[in-house]
C-alpha cells in the first residue's frame, strides 16, 4: 500500500528566502507525482505535475524533482514571498490510486 | 457513516451526447469541488462551490461545461456536447468552510467513444 509523507508538517520562514519542502512515498512504482497548493476553504490548485518518466519540472519560481528509485521529491520555491503562504501537498498516482501526504503548511513572514 | 456520493461511477457515452454527473455532500459542508483527473493533467480544479454559489469556475471550459448546486444535497457537473477529450475521472469533494480539509468521493469515471 502506497504512504506519502511530507515533510516537515509546517514551515516558516521569512520573506525572500529559499526553501524546500519534502516528499516521500514508499512505492517507486508510480505514473505521476503532483505538487498542490491549498489555501483555506479553497480547493487544490495544482502547481506541478511529474510524469514517472520525468526527473524535474520548474514554473516560474517553483521547481519540482523527482526521484523515483529513492521515493523522493522535492519541492524548492525561490525567493518566498507572502502570498506564498498556503498548505504543500504532493499526491502520488499509481495502479490503484492517488494518494495525498498530509501537506506541509508554510507561513512566509513579512 | 457520512461520506460524498457520486453518480453514476461509471459512464460511457457517444461524442455529442449531453453527459450529467452528480454528488451529494456530506451534510453540512457548505464548500463543494469538482475535480478532474487525466494521466497527462493530474488532478485538476475545475469549480467550486460555497454556499450553493459558484466561487470559482475559471478550470471550466466555459463553451461546454456547467456546474450547479440546486440545492445543499446535491451538486451537477454538466457537459454538452461530450468529447473524447472529456474522457477522466472525475471527483466531486465537500467541506466544511474555511478550513483545508476535504473529503472526496469516489468519482465518476467517463468515457467518451
Known amino acids: 500500500k502506497q504512504e506519502v509523507t511530507q515533510i516537515p508538517a509546517a514551515l516558516s520562514v521569512p520573506e525572500g528566502e529559499n526553501l524546500v519542502l519534502n516528499c516521500s512515498f514508499t512505492d517507486s512504482a508510480i505514473y505521476n507525482l503532483q505538487w498542490f497548493r491549498q489555501d483555506p476553504g479553497k480547493g487544490l490548485t495544482s502547481l506541478l505535475l511529474i510524469q514517472s518518466s520525468q526527473r524535474e519540472q520548474t514554473s516560474g519560481r517553483l521547481n519540482a524533482s523527482l526521484d523515483k528509485s529513492s521515493g523522493r521529491s522535492t519541492l524548492y520555491i525561490a525567493a518566498s514571498q507572502p502570498g506564498d503562504s498556503a498548505t504543500y501537498l504532493c499526491?502520488?498516482?499509481?495502479?490503484?490510486?492517488?494518494?495525498f501526504g498530509a501537506g506541509t503548511r508554510l507561513t512566509v513572514k513579512p | 457513516d457520512a461520506r460524498v456520493t457520486q453518480t453514476p461511477r461509471h459512464k460511457v457515452t457517444e461524442m455529442g451526447q449531453e453527459v450529467t454527473m452528480r454528488c451529494q455532500p456530506i451534510l453540512g459542508h457548505n464548500t463543494v469541488f469538482w475535480y478532474r483527473q487525466t494521466m497527462m493533467q493530474g488532478l485538476e480544479l475545475l469549480a467550486y462551490?460555497?454556499?450553493?454559489?459558484?466561487?470559482?469556475d475559471s478550470g471550466m471550459p466555459k463553451d461546454r461545461f456547467s456546474a450547479e448546486m440546486p440545492d445543499a444535497t446535491l451538486a451537477t457537473l454538466k457537459i454538452q456536447p461530450s468529447e473524447p477529450r472529456d474522457s477522466a475521472v472525475y471527483f466531486c469533494?465537500?467541506?466544511?468552510?474555511?478550513?483545508?480539509?476535504?473529503?472526496f468521493g469516489q468519482g465518476t469515471r467517463l468515457t467518451v467513444v
Open positions: 499526491a502520488v498516482e499509481d495502479n490503484n490510486d492517488m494518494r
Open positions: 469533494a465537500s467541506g466544511p468552510g474555511g478550513s483545508t480539509e476535504a473529503f
Open positions: 462551490f460555497r454556499n450553493r454559489a459558484p466561487l470559482d
